[in-house]
């Protein structure tokens, strides 16, 4: 069973920064590529970020494009988003997913956690 758990959100002023984490239960982590999504309230869920198995190849919405960086930690079972630079249209909950596929595209991930709230203030 693959079950991801995000953690690290919260609330911070625009222009701050926030690391997320995301855990991944199960012995076969490295073999997923994984992603964050976010949602804001009455908006569609959007791809933020993705990674590789090998975590050599990362994927970004423009819109967080050298403010996001994602990675990953095989030994640990766990992916990361650091978010600095962070605007109040960041606000959304986010939510990390893992697939078998390499893309940025929602129906490319088969598990998702829960989803953790982050709030940019102005």
């Known amino acids: 069973q693959v079950q991801p758990v995000e953690s690290g959100g919260g609330l911070v002023q625009a222009g701050g920064s926030l690391r997320l984490s995301c855990a991944v239960s199960g012995r076969t982590f490295s073999s997923y590529v994984m992603g964050w999504f976010r949602q804001a309230p009455g908006k569609e869920r959007e791809s933020v970020a993705a990674?590789?198995?090998?975590?050599?190849?990362?994927f970004y919405a423009d819109s967080v494009k050298g403010r996001f960086t994602i990675s990953r930690d095989n030994a640990k079972n766990t992916v990361y988003l650091q978010m600095n630079s962070l605007k109040v249209e960041d606000t959304a909950v986010y939510y990390c997913a893992a697939g078998e596929l390499v893309g940025m595209r929602r129906d490319y991930y088969d598990y998702w956690g829960q989803g953790t709230q982050v709030t940019v203030s102005s």
């Open positions: 990674i590789t198995q090998s975590g050599r190849g990362t």
